[in-house]
């Protein structure tokens, strides 16, 4: 049975910051790309980032950009969403996937419906 567990989600200051991890478990994924989204209250569900299969390659929404760092370690079956210098419009929950599509060496991965397995999520709370 295929698991997404994140962690690291919490409560911080603006400015601070929070790093997420997202470890797979019951099958490898080291062949698709892993991605983060997030949800904020009675909003719909939005692209944050993606990291491709090799990862070599990563994509970040535009609010994102600059502060917000994705990694995967295929190894652990784990990728991790670092978030630096974070706001309060971050807050949100915040959740893994993995990509249904082995060996994509496209460039579309913010399409929720890309997606095959999800995570439960974890809550992010950023503070002014």
């Known amino acids: 049975q295929v698991q997404l567990v994140e962690s690291g989600g919490g409560l911080v200051q603006a400015g601070g910051s929070l790093r997420l991890s997202c470890a797979a478990s019951?099958?490898?994924?080291?062949?698709?790309?892993m991605g983060w989204f997030r949800q904020a209250p009675g909003k719909e569900r939005e692209f944050v980032a993606a990291i491709d299969w090799t990862g070599r390659s990563t994509y970040y929404a535009d609010s994102v950009k600059g502060r917000f760092t994705i990694s995967r370690d295929n190894a652990a079956n784990t990728e991790y969403l670092q978030m630096n210098n974070l706001k309060s419009e971050d807050t949100a929950k915040y959740y893994c996937a993995v990509d249904g599509r082995p060996y994509y060496s496209g460039t579309y991965y913010s399409r929720a419906r890309d997606y095959y397995y999800w995570g439960q999520g974890t809550q992010v709370t950023v503070s002014s």
């Open positions: 019951g099958r490898t994924f080291s062949s698709y790309a």
